[in-house]
């Protein structure tokens, strides 16, 4: 039997280049809407086209957009939803959308801020990069700094935050935790549903 060479090819979306679009960051849906309609420009969608890849209607990221919905309540299936489109982690899509922050990969808060402190202050004190660091800056948001430090870790090659401030290492202590609970208890028991559907 002959093949049909006019079968369908799934189509290959073009990789979401990482930037959002500014003003729309500056509105209530912040850097998670941003992205979408970044996304959507660099792919030349329209916005309709956007929401119905992410599985609601355009009436709905017009919500988001205006702050009638918050952001940081979007569904599990949304948020999946927006890291296939995107391409990214659903861990990703629900610090875009502000429902998780850096500080939620440590264990108080207390801890983050002293943690971030300590790296800052690294950065202040290296002759090449310290001058950078403005007034402003010190006394900034600690997530404002946290960016500053992995921006620095990113440019010199090193790694001055301790914790797990990153997807793959969570996806590898849940599996670590999930290996020694199974000798006593069932999975299911054991781990939360949501911190399963998370790493997804």
């Known amino acids: 039997m ?37 996304c959507a420009a660099e792919r030349q969608e329209t916005l309709n086209e956007m929401a119905a890849h992410v599985g609601v209607g355009y009436g709905y990221i017009n919500q988001l957009r205006s702050g009638l919905r918050n952001v940081s309540s979007i569904s599990d299936k949304f948020s999946q939803d927006c890291a296939t489109y995107l391409g990214i982690s659903r861990l990703q899509v629900l610090m875009l959308a502000g429902r998780i922050s850096p500080s939620d990969f440590y264990d108080s808060a207390s801890s983050y801020k002293e943690e971030v402190a300590r790296a800052l202050n690294f950065i202040c004190e290296d002759p090449q990069w310290g001058h950078l660091i403005t007034g402003e800056l010190r006394s900034s948001h600690s997530d404002t700094q946290y960016a500053v430090v992995k921006l620095y870790e990113a440019a010199t090659g090193s790694t001055l935050v301790r914790g797990h401030a990153n997807s793959k290492n969570v996806v590898e202590d849940l599996a670590s935790f999930a290996r020694e609970v199974t000798m006593s208890a069932p999975m299911s028991a054991a781990m939360p549903a949501a911190w399963l559907n998370l790493c997804a």
Do not use: F, M, Y
Not at 11 to 36: D, Y
């Open 2 to 38: 002959k093949k049909n060479r006019n079968t369908a090819q799934p189509e290959v979306k073009k990789p979401w280049s990482g930037r959002v679009h500014e003003e729309e960051c500056t509105r209530p849906g912040g850097l998670l809407t941003g992205a979408l309609v970044a």
